[in-house]
């Protein structure tokens, strides 16, 4: 199984919708996790870090963390077409000095 | 601040040549990172720095040797470059806390190794 699975294939959106990302892990020991946004040709950017069961909100992004099913989520409300990108989500493993494993990335498009 | 810096932003290689790409953080970060990344492998860690004198292995350490220079600075080398390593290098840092690791990226290296 691999540590850190997203949804497969584009998620194409209307501009102002909600735009959904799942991810799940397989480490029922791992702390912390984060989302990262990549445009194409550019290197990833951190835009939401969660620790605790729950919602975090910031700004139009907000990260749903659930451990006891092993996943967390990103919503991205109000979609916008600057928020067309690739979706990283990244997982705190214990052990190794905290590595982070990353999943393959879901491709966000958002259609105007 | 600069943040993570890195350098060359673009490299083309013959096979067999070498190459070192360098790094740099001004954020006073411990842990320092080179990743790969192939179109549908995601990013792979080559080779982490906790700390300042150490250096560990990641998943895809083979035909890499890193150098942590300093608590700013951390190289990657290629001794002997091959087709296979043609990917995008990013360098990445961060300040580990207990369960808190936000890696900061930089720019990344092009590298096309023909």
């Known amino acids: 199984q691999k540590e850190v699975e997203q949804n497969s294939g584009p998620l194409s959106v209307p501009e102002g919708a909600i735009a959904s990302l799942n991810c799940t892990y397989s480490d029922r020991v791992s702390q912390s996790f984060f989302w990262y946004r990549q445009y194409s040709g550019k290197s990833p950017e951190l835009i939401m870090s969660i620790y605790s069961n729950g919602d975090k909100e910031d700004g139009r992004f907000t990260a749903q963390l659930n451990k006891a099913s092993q996943y967390v989520s990103l919503l991205i409300r109000d979609s916008q077409p600057s928020d067309s990108a690739t979706y990283l989500c990244?997982?705190?493993?214990?052990?190794?000095?905290?590595?982070?494993?990353f999943g393959k990335g879901n491709q966000v498009v958002v259609i105007p | 601040n600069a943040g993570v810096t890195q350098t060359p932003k673009f490299q083309v290689l013959k096979t067999g040549q070498s190459m070192t790409l360098q790094c740099a953080q001004d954020m006073n970060h411990n842990s320092m990172y080179w990743y790969r990344q192939d179109p549908g492998m995601g990013l792979r860690l080559i080779y982490y720095?906790?700390?300042?004198?150490?250096?560990d292995k990641g998943e895809v350490p083979n035909g890499y040797n890193v150098s942590r220079l300093n608590k700013r600075e951390f190289s990657l080398r290629l001794e002997s470059a091959a087709p296979s390593q043609t990917s995008v290098y990013f360098c990445a840092s961060s300040e580990i806390l207990d369960w808190y690791n936000e890696q900061f990226f930089g720019p990344g290296t092009r590298l096309t190794v023909l």
């Open positions: 720095s906790a700390s300042e004198g150490t250096t």
């Open positions: 990244a997982v705190n493993t214990p052990e190794g000095n905290n590595r982070l494993a």
